[in-house]
């Protein structure tokens, strides 16, 4: 068993977001981003197969996709889709997200 205090270990930086590997296995990756206000990970995807899910766990923002469109980001919400899906992050206020990725890549 393995735990992470991700307040405690892992802050922010003033002139990108910053990440943070909070676990790795065969099975799944986890990683913590911290994005302070206006901060963003642009559209982006990865070219193989697994789910990613993107935890809102403090602040607001918006979940990014391709050709623009986005959705409200808030604490607490939840996102999962296809790890080949188009997808992003902006942070309105400071905001902390935590990944995880099944498979890892």
């Known amino acids: 068993m393995k735990k992470s ?4 270990e892992h802050g922010f930086k003033d002139l990108t977001f910053s ?3 909070v676990h790795e296995s065969e099975h799944m990756k986890v990683i913590n981003f911290n ?4 901060q963003q990970l642009p ?6 197969d697994g ?5 809102i766990l403090e602040g607001e923002g918006e979940f990014l996709a391709a050709d623009g469109v986005s ?6 919400d939840v996102l999962v889709s296809e790890i080949r899906e188009p997808h992003g992050v902006k ?8 990944v995880t990725i099944a498979p890892p890549i």
Request: a negative charge; zero cysteines.
């Open 5 to 8: 205090e991700l307040f405690k």
């Open 19 to 21: 990440n943070y590997l």
């Open 35 to 38: 994005f302070k206000a206006g």
């Open 43 to 48: 559209v982006h995807s990865h070219d193989l």
């Open 51 to 55: 789910e990613l899910i993107l935890t």
């Open 71 to 76: 959705m409200p980001a808030n604490t607490g």
């Open 91 to 98: 942070a309105t206020t400071d905001m902390r997200v935590l």
